[in-house]
C-alpha cells in the first residue's frame, strides 16, 4: 500500500519512447513541474500528451516541446505556446485541438470506464463536421485533418459522439498526499489534475507535503488513491504561480469622535 517513491527520478524511470501522458494544470496552476523535469532529463522521446494547454515557451510542457520530445498533442488551447506554433505549422508535432469541456468529460469518461459519450459541444461546426488541421508539411500545406464524427438527435437536438481518452500514465500535482496515494489539491489547482489522474494507467503524483495515512480526513479527499500508483514528495519550490500576492495597505487614519 505504500506508493512513496524516493525521487522523480525514480518515478518516471520507466516512461518509454512513444508513450502517451497525461498532465494535469491549466496554464501553469497544478501543473506537475518537477515531474515534467525528470521526465526532461530522463529522455524520453516521440511522446504524446493530452493536457489542457501545452505549457508555455520556457515552463511545463514547454521544455519538453523544446527539447524535440513531444510528436502529439491533444489540447485545448495552444496559443501561449510560439514554439509549439512553429512545430505545428512546419510538421514537426501534430495537434488534435478539443473543446475543453469535452477534453475534461473524455478524460473523465476514460478513467470510468465508458468508452463514448454524446454532446452538444461542436454541433454544426469542424469539431463535428471534420477538416481541423492535424499535420502539416515543411512546406506548411494541410497533410491530415480531423475525420467527421457520428452526430444523432436526442429529442430534437442534434448532439455529437465523442471517445473516451486514456494514457499510459499520467502525471498530476497535489497539494497533499499520503502514502496509500489519497489527494487534495489546492482551489483551482484541482482543475484537469484528478481527471487527468483518472485516466491514466500508471498515475505519479508529486506532492507538496506528505503526510501518512489517516492523516487527511476521508471527506476532504479529492483524489481516492486507487487512481494512484506512484507518489513522491516535492516541497513547494519551484513554483512561479500560486503565490498570493498583496499590495500594502493604506495608511488608516483615526476616525473623528
Keep these: 500500500m505504500d506508493k512513496v517513491v524516493a525521487s522523480t527520478a525514480e518515478a518516471v524511470a520507466d516512461i518509454g519512447a ?65 514554439e509549439l506554433a512553429r512545430l505545428y505549422l ?44 492535424v499535420r502539416y508539411d515543411v512546406e506548411g500545406n494541410v497533410v491530415l485533418t480531423s475525420e467527421p464524427k457520428e452526430t444523432r438527435d436526442f429529442d430534437g437536438q442534434d448532439f455529437v459522439l465523442e471517445t473516451a481518452l486514456t494514457a499510459d500514465f499520467a502525471l498530476v500535482r497535489a497539494a497533499v498526499g499520503d502514502r496509500h496515494g489519497n489527494l487534495v489539491f489546492h482551489e483551482s489547482a484541482r482543475n484537469f489534475n484528478p481527471l487527468c489522474a483518472m485516466a491514466g494507467t500508471v498515475t505519479i503524483a508529486e506532492v507538496e507535503r506528505l503526510v501518512e495515512p489517516g492523516e487527511i480526513l476521508p471527506e476532504s479527499i479529492h483524489l481516492p488513491g486507487v487512481f494512484v500508483q506512484r ?24 476616525q473623528e469622535a
Excluded: H, W
Design 90 to 133: 512546419s510538421g514537426q508535432l501534430d495537434v488534435e485541438l478539443t473543446p475543453q469541456g469535452t477534453l475534461a468529460e473524455r478524460l473523465r469518461a476514460g478513467g470510468c470506464g465508458i468508452p463514448a459519450f454524446f454532446t452538444p459541444t461542436g454541433v454544426g461546426t469542424m469539431v463535428a463536421d471534420g477538416g481541423i488541421p
Design 18 to 82: 512513444g508513450s502517451s501522458l497525461a498532465v494535469g494544470g491549466f496554464g501553469l496552476c497544478g501543473v506537475p513541474i518537477k515531474l515534467i523535469d525528470a521526465l526532461l532529463a530522463q529522455g524520453a522521446d516521440r511522446l504524446t500528451t493530452i493536457s489542457n494547454n501545452c505549457g508555455v515557451d520556457d515552463a511545463a510542457l514547454g521544455v519538453l516541446l523544446y527539447a524535440g520530445r513531444i510528436a502529439k498533442t491533444i489540447s485545448s488551447f495552444v496559443g501561449g505556446n510560439k
Design 231 to 254: 507518489v513522491v514528495e516535492v516541497g513547494v519550490e519551484g513554483k512561479d504561480i500560486e503565490k498570493r500576492t498583496t499590495r500594502p495597505r493604506p495608511a488608516s487614519t483615526p
